[in-house]
């Protein structure tokens, strides 16, 4: 296997710090505080949507709305765990086909665009799903009380200043996997030259690379949901108080 450069060790979600690790980018800790990046990414129409949400009067809160319980949680649950299941399950995913005769495996070429085209279509599901019970959180929420109203519509703007720079920077994972996938390819390709020159060949497993590729990118997918479910989780912790 490929030994990736040490670095010094980064703080902050495991998505980073897994990224960190697989890429070959020298990724450094930001200097910033959070309110002074966040300032970078809130355009002027964002800023004066933010500052009425929190410094307006308080959203009227609907009579009769339905409360919150555990068929809320549950449904975070189901939506979280399909998605785990969806992540999980394509651990097959352009594998070598080991079904030759015993001890001849046979090798299929993998091109990265397949895996590329994977990722994507579980970042659009990730996307599309959390973000329907964010939207669903949130109207729950703004029923309930007038400074929880509030806090729904700093939600609803926060989302909508910030999904478009979120959907640009989770986009670029797949590209940035691909150096990773490269690399573990190049490597067993030299471990099998190397062991063949010496005699040693059965001591090399091929298409072991890939197996290693497809755990890799379910822990960064896995770690991408982590971060994706964050919004959702402050909205559950806001429903459950009382």
Do not use: K
């Amino acid at each position: 296997m490929v030994q990736v450069p040490q670095r010094t060790a980064l703080s902050g979600p495991a998505l980073i710090r897994l990224l960190a690790r697989l890429t070959d980018l020298d990724v450094a800790e930001s200097s910033q505080s959070l309110s002074d990046r966040l300032s970078q990414w809130l355009g002027w129409t964002d800023a004066i949507g933010l500052s009425t949400a929190l410094n307006g009067s308080p959203p009227v809160v609907a009579a009769g709305a339905r409360g919150f319980g555990s068929a809320e949680e549950d449904e975070c649950a189901r939506v979280r765990a399909a998605l785990v299941t969806s992540i999980a399950g394509d651990s097959a995913s352009g594998r070598t086909n080991r079904r030759g005769p015993a001890a001849v495996p046979v090798q299929v070429e993998v091109d990265y665009a397949v895996f590329r085209q994977r990722y994507l279509s579980l970042q659009q599901a990730m996307e599309t799903r959390i973000g329907n019970l964010r939207g669903h959180l949130r109207a729950m929420l703004a029923a309930r009380t007038p400074s929880m109203a509030r806090l729904a519509v700093v939600d609803a703007v926060m989302e909508r200043a910030l999904s478009p720079r979120e959907r640009s920077l989770l986009a670029s994972v797949p590209g940035m996997l691909a150096g990773h996938f490269e690399r573990l390819r190049l490597a067993e390709q030299a471990a099998l030259a190397d062991a063949g020159s010496t005699g040693t060949a059965a001591a090399v497993t091929p298409g072991a690379w890939l197996d290693a590729f497809s755990r890799d990118m379910q822990s960064v997918l896995l770690a991408e949901l982590d971060v994706r479910f964050q919004p959702v989780e402050g909205l559950l912790a806001a429903l459950r108080t009382r």
